[in-house]
């Protein structure tokens, strides 16, 4: 292709475009014509930063890698979020340099800016300081509390249908990753970081100088990358590519403080004299003036929805007010940097509301609500019974109101699963709603819901977040804390039991104390713990992803594992108090 395709200045940048778009880059009556177009910024390739020996490998994958070479080997920024991609990745490397890999920087702990670490380098290549690894200090807590325990088979639900990986890509499907072409992931890896940025850290790798900078935003762990020599600003995810940052994703995650995102722009980013920003995801820009407008734009935005959110609440406006009223000025619509493409100014002032003031409304009707199943069959029993309610909801489908369709057979699914003409009513009613938006979250939400409803879904496409080679490298104490989320109450209810875990290839150990339906887990086993066995890592692997008692079982039987106080009947007793992990599919969307 022809033509400037970065952003910002007309000079200073080249790109040569190599491959296909992996994003539905047609016009069609069920894709918004804006969509099509942000899927035509993804055309694959090499961005070469003029006269710097910086590139960014680009649209190959949800995250674009950042290369730099130095005097005697590489620097690469944010692997993508599989090996295979990230091999694809290294084939337009291999065309720039054949320099070995010196150094990769980890930007924060999600899974597009880390899994694909070894299509480039090996845990050998690591261990043997052939390569360091470079992450904020929390990096590898946020890895394990957010994949490995607590919400993990939610989130991982919720991220299929927020992302669109249940969907095929077309006019009917998914587009776009919103941030990038697509987000299909096959093989994740991880090794864990060696080298730890605290608040700041300056070094030098391959005779290039860089500073990390601890940017809280996107993530908490966020941390961009300044190459003062080169003038040349990495800005992670602080900068989230070419649409409205994702101040709240509506797959779930932990408050996002908006306030904390654009103080990080104004401290660690606009005061550097950039003439170059490469995001992690979006294209780069050119151009200092350019560079500092976009800064400026994104803080810009981000005070402004925060600000007037904040603003209209203390005029006792309630989240569903705010998402009509709270809408971005002109001038900030019109960013190329704002669109609504991923991030939306609609479900980011709900969450500033959450977030600020928790979930009441401050009406006491709100504090101790019916059940919503009882509530929609009073409902439905006041608007007359089931058929009534469908007849009018196919009505409103009729003539284009889809919204109020979905809410009308909301009920009727609500109160009974199995109605199927409700059921597909819904579906077809959220289809509709699905082909109108340009945001590739909302857009993913209501297709994969609506193919929940109408039984099309497949299943088979379901991402594996518990990798092998990724689970590996997790922790083994924090996975068996991990079981707190497990335990069930009713189970355990009268126990009152201590196992000792010891790992004999690591020397750690760790108490697990059940008290009557709560597990506190302890770094020390007590010498009058009940049971007390001796495992290895990649046993309590097995237990954790697989069969807890059975798993452990398998590994007495051949002598990989120990019981050394109690019996093996004990064990089996502790660890039925725990529920098994259930490959069933979450139903999202006839509750």
């Not at 099509?36 to 190959?60: A, C, L, W």
């Not at 875990?501 to 713990?529: F, W, Y």
Request: hydrophobic residues 40%.
């Amino acid at each position: 292709m022809s033509g400037k395709y970065w952003l910002g200045a007309d000079e200073g940048i080249t790109f040569t475009f190599l491959g296909e778009n992996s994003a539905y880059t047609e016009y069609a009556p069920t894709v918004p014509r804006a969509m099509s177009d942000h899927s035509r910024t993804m055309n694959p390739g090499v961005f070469e930063i003029q006269g710097k020996q910086v590139y960014q490998i680009y649209g190959y994958a949800l995250s674009a890698l950042t290369l730099v070479v130095g005097t005697d080997g590489l620097i690469l920024i944010d692997p993508p979020e599989d090996v295979e991609k990230g091999r694809r990745q290294l084939e337009e490397i291999r065309k720039i340099s054949d320099l070995p890999v010196k150094a990769i920087v980890y930007s924060h702990w999600h899974t597009d800016h880390y899994a694909g670490v070894k299509a480039f380098v090996s845990q050998e290549q690591v261990d043997t300081g052939e390569c360091v690894i470079i992450a904020h200090r929390d990096f590898m807590d946020n890895v394990v509390s957010n994949n490995a325990s607590g919400t993990g088979p939610l989130l991982t639900a919720r991220v299929e249908y927020s992302l669109g990986s249940l969907l095929e890509t077309g006019p009917e499907g998914r587009v776009n990753g919103g941030l990038g072409p697509d987000f299909v992931m096959r093989t994740l890896s991880l090794i864990a970081p060696t080298v730890l940025v605290d608040d700041q850290l300056e070094h030098t790798v391959a005779g290039v100088r860089m500073v990390h900078s601890w940017a809280p935003s996107e993530a908490i762990d966020e941390v961009i990358t300044w190459f003062p020599d080169l003038g040349v600003l990495q800005s992670a995810e602080v900068i989230q590519g070419e649409s409205f940052p994702n101040l709240h994703t509506i797959r779930g995650s932990r408050y996002r403080d908006p306030q904390q995102w654009f103080k990080s722009i104004d401290q660690h980013l606009r005061p550097l004299p950039a003439d170059f920003m490469i995001p992690s995801h979006g294209r780069p820009v050119a151009g200092r003036a350019e560079v500092a407008r976009v800064l400026r734009d994104y803080r810009d935005a981000i005070s402004f929805v925060y600000d007037q959110t904040l603003r209209r609440m203390n005029q006792g406006h309630l989240p569903d007010d705010l998402a009509a009223e709270v809408t971005l000025p002109a001038h900030l619509a019109a960013s190329e940097w704002l669109g609504d493409f991923y991030g939306g100014v609609p479900h980011s002032v709900r969450q500033v509301y959450a977030g600020e003031m928790g979930w009441f409304d401050s009406d006491p009707t709100s504090l101790n609500p019916l059940h919503p199943r009882e509530s929609s069959r009073r409902y439905i029993d006041l608007m007359g019974g089931r058929d009534t309610v469908l007849a009018t909801a196919r009505t409103a489908a009729g003539t284009g109101d889809h919204q109020w369709a979905a809410e009308l057979a909301r009920h009727l699914v609500r109160v009974d699963t199995t109605d199927t003409d409700a059921r597909l009513v819904k579906a077809d009613a959220l289809r509709q709603i699905g082909y109108t938006t340009p945001n590739s979250n909302w857009r993913n939400y209501y297709l994969t819901a609506a193919r929940e409803l109408d039984g099309t879904i497949d299943y088979s496409l379901k991402l594996n977040l518990d990798a092998p080679d990724q689970i590996a490298a997790l922790p083994a104490p924090a996975l068996l804390e991990g079981l707190r989320v497990r335990i069930d109450p009713d189970r355990a209810a009268d126990a009152v039991r201590v196992l000792g875990v010891r790992l004999t290839d690591s020397g750690q150990e760790i108490a697990l104390h059940v008290r009557r339906g709560v597990l506190e887990a302890v770094a020390a086993i007590p010498d009058d713990a009940d049971t007390v066995i001796e495992v290895t890592h990649p046993i309590v692997l097995a237990m954790a992803y697989r069969d807890l008692y059975g798993a452990f079982a398998k590994a007495v039987e051949a002598g990989q594992a120990a019981v050394t106080t109690g019996t093996l009947q004990d064990v089996e007793t502790f660890l039925s108090y725990f529920d098994a992990l259930d490959p069933t599919p979450l139903r999202l969307s006839d509750r």
